[in-house]
């Protein structure tokens, strides 16, 4: 399955290489984008760049972060950890009832001054499951893409590697599923609860360790499944 969003996909912090990246992939997908920020000069550059790099046809728009909210109720959070938490209650009231909240953020200890190959201990379990404790009630919350390099998305090759999911709820497993298969490549997969999503942060951490010292852009495959197991 591999259906088209009906929606708009909005990047919170979508001007950062993670955002960015994601936003050009789906973006090629014909999927319609926001790129939010702090600053809507800097989503509407941002926005600029990308439209730059695939065509004028592209559907692609940049605006605070708090409109990115209000305008679509598919979120994508790619910000960093120090910022996650303050960020999204400012963004509370914002968040339209029903979302969606799609969260890539890993808590690395480079937050606070340590080695972006290590992860900081989260209260919650993980990034993601702060960011379920802090979004309204009934809001949903996957987490995914944190195994994903932004070099590698910001480039034109077919990515290789899979995309795994956690969530609590099958309605976000499934649209982050989709949205990840969105992405030439990419073969996404159920992880299952969204407390999982503490190991699959901590496996963003080993990649990044991986990659300073053998000078790559590492992600992951899941071997000795059956084909049934991936979306793509
Ligand atoms: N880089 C990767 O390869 C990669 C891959 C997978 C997952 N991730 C995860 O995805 C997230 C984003 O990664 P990134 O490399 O794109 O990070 P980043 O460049 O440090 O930040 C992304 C955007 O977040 C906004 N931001 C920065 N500090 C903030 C704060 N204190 N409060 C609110 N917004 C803030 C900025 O946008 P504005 O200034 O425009 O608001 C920035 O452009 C991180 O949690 C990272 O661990 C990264």
């Known amino acids: 399955m591999n259906a088209r969003m009906s929606r708009a996909i909005a990047i919170i912090g979508g001007t950062g290489p993670a955002g960015t990246g994601l936003a050009l992939r789906w973006a090629r997908a014909g999927e319609t984008i926001i790129i ?4 809507a000069a800097r989503a509407q550059k941002t926005a600029e760049t990308i439209r730059s790099r695939i065509g004028a046809d592209a559907q692609v728009s940049g605006m605070e972060n708090p409109a990115a909210c209000a305008a ?3 979120l994508v959070l ?6 996650q938490a303050a960020l999204l209650k400012q963004l509370k009231p914002a968040i339209r009832p029903g979302s969606v ?3 890539a953020t890993v808590p690395l200890a480079a937050s606070v001054g340590g080695r972006a190959s290590r992860t900081l201990g989260v209260w919650q379990g993980s990034a993601a499951q702060q960011t379920a404790e802090l979004v309204p009630k009934g809001i949903s919350v996957a987490a995914a893409f944190q195994n994903v390099s932004a070099d590698v ?3 034109d090759e077919d990515l290789d590697c899979d995309v795994i999911v956690c969530s609590d709820d099958p309605n976000a497993t499934q649209v ?3 949205l990840a298969a969105k992405i030439a490549g990419v073969r996404a997969i159920d992880g299952g609860k969204l407390e ?9 951490a080993l990649l990044i360790g991986l990659n300073m010292r053998h000078k790559g852009h590492g992600g992951i495959r899941i071997t000795g499944l059956p084909d049934n197991a991936f979306m793509r």
């Open 72 to 74: 679509s109720d598919l």
């Open 153 to 155: 998305l910001s480039g």
């Open 78 to 83: 790619t910000v960093p950890f120090e910022g």
């Open 101 to 103: 909240v799609i969260d």
């Open 196 to 204: 999982n999503a503490r190991i699959v942060e901590q496996i963003a």
């Open 36 to 39: 939010g920020s702090r600053d």
């Open 176 to 178: 982050a599923m989709e």
